[in-house]
């Protein structure tokens, strides 16, 4: 029931899921919330309910329920699954083609450009995927944009972004035809998005603020909850399940089916630019969803442990690097 109610509230967190910076004001270099106010009563109550819902995942997955919940998503995606790379070329391909006909976008709606030269590197990246030998070449695209976009926006902003380093290197790999030292494309991909959403959800625990203005236009979907109670819920909630991206194959599965659905109900809320902002995300998590292969056991007493680490070191290397380069107070 616990489990349930979280993932009810995972798919119903529009607001949390549409993009902020895409939608209303933001300043990353202000003071975030301090730690203290951080670590409410509420948001260890709602790390105890992530911790029972993933340990619940975990448990079920190794029972013949999970064998069951298993063979019925490998039915309903094995279409995907064979065709995996061919979805990441047509939605790579698709995403550049919006950027480059929108025009002064870097990778993302904030990160705007008034160079001439961007958009036709991001209709030859778009190119490229007609052909695997050219897909290093469009890898070697994508990093040079991110690299533009840190230039511009500084290596701080661009942690919202590794999934598209993630999405370089699966493209990278997929042209050359293997990974390397056993690492599939889609793993470093899942890694990518993984890293994203959870450094993403950090920033609502820092500046729920932000996000304070889309809640008061679209009232309905804070559920009639209090507005911080709501964003710190959010964030767990996006936490859990971008950390359960890294877990067992069944956990992860699950994990990218909720994360899909909240990122696709958004786009009704919120129109094209969500579309085209989160398309290479969704592709990836539809692609994780998919994705029937084995992975090593990990007994379920041990997620509470990793997961309570990852947060300790994503809250940490958050607040701690903004200090460092805007020399904002920590506690």
Same mark, same amino acid.
Do not use: C, N
């Given at each position: 029931a616990v489990f349930l109610s979280a993932a009810f509230l995972a798919t119903s967190s529009l607001a949390a899921a549409a993009h902020v910076k895409w939608f209303a004001a933001y300043d990353v270099a202000g003071n975030p919330r301090s730690l203290l106010e951080v670590c409410s009563a509420p948001f260890f109550q709602l790390l105890a309910v992530a911790l029972v819902g993933l340990w619940i995942g975990s448990r079920t997955e190794r029972t013949a329920f999970g064998c069951v919940v298993t063979a019925a998503i490998d039915r309903l995606s094995g279409a995907l699954q064979a065709r995996t790379e061919d979805m990441f070329r047509a939605g790579t391909a698709a995403f550049f083609v919006a950027l480059w006909a929108t025009g002064g976008i =870097?990778? *993302?709606?904030? #990160?705007?450009?008034? /160079?001439?030269?961007?958009? +036709? !590197?991001? &209709?030859?990246?778009?190119?490229?995927?007609? +052909?695997? *030998?050219? %897909?290093? #070449?469009? &890898?070697?695209?994508?990093?040079?944009?991110?690299?533009? @976009?840190?230039?511009?926006?500084? /290596?701080?902003?661009?942690?919202?972004?590794?999934?598209? %380093?993630?999405? $370089?290197?699966?493209?990278?790999? &997929?042209? =050359?035809?293997?990974?390397?030292? @056993?690492?599939?494309p889609l793993d470093v991909a899942r890694w990518g998005t993984a890293i994203t959403l959870m450094w993403a959800s950090v920033e609502k625990f820092a500046y729920p603020q932000w996000t304070y203005p889309l809640l008061q236009q679209?009232?309905? %979907? $804070? !559920?009639?909850?209090?507005?911080?109670?709501?964003?710190?819920?959010?964030?767990? =909630?996006?936490?859990? %399940?971008?950390?359960a991206l890294l877990w067992t194959p069944l956990v992860r599965r699950i994990a990218a089916i909720l994360l899909a659905a909240m990122f696709v109900s958004a786009v009704f809320e919120f129109g094209k630019i969500d579309a085209v902002g989160h398309l290479m995300i969704v592709m990836i998590l539809l692609a994780v969803a998919a994705d029937n292969t084995a992975a090593a056991a990990r007994h379920p007493i041990l997620i509470p442990a990793y997961f309570c680490a990852a947060l300790v070191v994503f809250v940490a290397g958050y607040y701690v690097a903004h200090a460092m380069l805007f020399g904002t107070m920590i506690i």
């Open positions: =870097i990778l *993302t709606p904030e #990160l705007t450009t008034t /160079s001439a030269v961007i958009p +036709w !590197l991001q &209709a030859a990246i778009a190119v490229a995927m007609f +052909w695997r *030998t050219t %897909l290093p #070449l469009a &890898a070697i695209g994508i990093v040079v944009l991110f690299g533009v @976009g840190v230039a511009a926006y500084g /290596s701080f902003h661009m942690m919202d972004y590794p999934i598209f %380093l993630g999405v $370089a290197a699966y493209l990278a790999l &997929a042209g =050359i035809g293997r990974g390397r030292r @056993g690492i599939r679209h009232g309905e %979907l $804070a !559920l009639g909850l209090d507005k911080t109670f709501y964003m710190t819920a959010a964030g767990m =909630i996006e936490f859990a %399940l971008a950390f």
